[in-house]
């Protein structure tokens, strides 16, 4: 009896003890599967962090090259712009130089014109006396004459004052036919001249147009060069985080908080969250639409699945006024993705997901057609989705 009794104590102590064993021995394999999951999740991120970096090295070259073409065609924009310039002054200096002829041509005419109303009445006398002379009177003006040589000297005088007067008037309207030619040159070459003036300086303007057009294009680039070069100065930071995170994972140690990638860094890269097409677009307040909207509307089709656009964690996942069922995920840095009217809800409050992982699916929308509304907010503010989603 009394080794029975003992050996059944010392069971129950080897029972008790391996009862309060067992929780230690089961943690074991719960941490190292949850540092094996740790260490994979880092490693898929570190995996997209590269494939991210080499898309923005891409991204970069490209614009580099886009730059160097554009400021290649600016360079001949401007040296044809200084050439229209050229053109431009020579056709004001040549039209500079027709309208100072057209002027001493008008001043010419102004002057004949003076000279012949100064002579006019002269000569109208002469040419009435002539006329009352007659060819009888006249030859009885030489016939009453005396001497012949006196008739020879009249003879001669009325001659030559007719003679003159004929020449004054010859040369007179002579002049007059040359300088109205001149003049009628004149205008047609300055007809002629404006036309290329105003075609020239209309081609000037497309030149400048064209610069200017490519000089914003350069600085376009610029833009998108710096914020370039910013993301990927993010992402290695970032990869930076990873890379220590896994050294830390191999060591077997805990890591503080869970890996993750910021969202700006894959601006026009994110994966859309449901396949359809925009219904609504974003309208910021200050778009000066009476209707403004913070995200944008997916139509889709019932039941079709959303997926996260970037990894983070689950903020929200309830149902809420205006947005139906709805799902709110914190990317960190004050960046959240919004999925409203929502079917159903797929995920819980505070859960770690990843991108591309479902959230829920669609529901019809508050208008009635099934589809999404989904959200972006960077820094706190809402921004237009459709810069961040790839394009299509």
């Not at 910021?262 to 677009?281: H, M, N, Q, S």
């Not at 509307?297 to 079709?304: C, I, P, Q, V, Y």
């Not at 929200?316 to 993705?337: E, R, T």
Request: hydrophobic share 45%; net charge positive.
């Amino acid at each position: 009896m009394h080794i029975s009794a003992f050996l059944h104590s010392c069971i129950r102590a080897f029972l008790h003890s391996c009862i309060r064993a067992a929780p230690l021995v089961l943690a074991f394999p719960l941490v190292t599967l949850a540092q094996q999951n740790d260490r994979a999740r880092t490693e898929a991120l570190a995996a997209r962090a590269s494939q991210r970096m080499e898309a923005l090295h891409r991204e970069a070259d490209q614009l580099a090259l886009q730059e160097r073409t554009l400021l290649g065609d600016l360079r001949k924009l401007e040296v044809q712009r200084q050439i229209k310039i050229e053109d431009l002054r020579q056709l004001d200096a040549e039209a500079a130089q027709v309208e100072a002829e057209q002027s001493a041509i008008t001043a010419r005419l102004t002057k004949l014109q003076d000279e012949d109303n100064a002579a006019r009445p002269d000569l109208e006398a002469r040419l009435v006396e002539m006329y009352k002379l007659g060819q009888a009177r006249y030859a009885r003006l030489l016939l009453s004459t005396s001497g012949v040589r006196r008739l020879g000297q009249a003879a001669r005088t009325a001659a030559a004052l007719s003679k003159l007067d004929r020449d004054r008037v010859t040369a007179h309207r002579r002049t007059l036919e040359e300088l109205t030619a001149s003049r009628a040159t004149l205008d047609e070459r300055g007809s002629r001249l404006a036309a290329l003036r105003v075609q020239a300086r209309n081609a000037s303007a497309e030149v400048a147009r064209a610069a200017q057009a490519r000089s914003d294009a350069i600085e376009d680039i610029d833009r998108q060069r710096d914020l370039n070069a910013q993301l990927a100065g993010e992402l290695q930071g970032a990869q930076q985080k990873l890379q220590t995170s896994l050294r830390t994972l191999a060591a077997g140690s805990p890591v503080a908080e869970p890996a993750s990638l910021p969202l700006k860094t894959f601006r026009g890269d994110l994966e859309w969250p449901v396949a359809g097409t925009v219904r609504r677009r974003f309208a910021s307040p200050g778009a000066g639409r009476a209707a403004p909207s913070n995200g944008i509307d997916l139509a889709s089709t019932e039941g079709a699945v959303v997926t996260a656009v970037h990894e983070g964690v689950v903020a929200f996942a309830d149902s809420f006024s205006g947005f139906g069922n709805l799902v709110i995920v914190d990317h960190g840095a004050q960046a959240f993705s919004l999925y409203g009217n929502l079917l159903d809800i797929g995920v819980k409050k505070g859960a770690i997901v990843e991108a591309g992982q479902a959230l829920g699916t669609v529901g019809a929308s508050l208008t009635g057609p099934a589809g999404l509304y989904f959200e972006l907010r960077v820094d706190g503010q809402p921004v237009d989705p459709l810069q961040w989603l790839k394009k299509r």
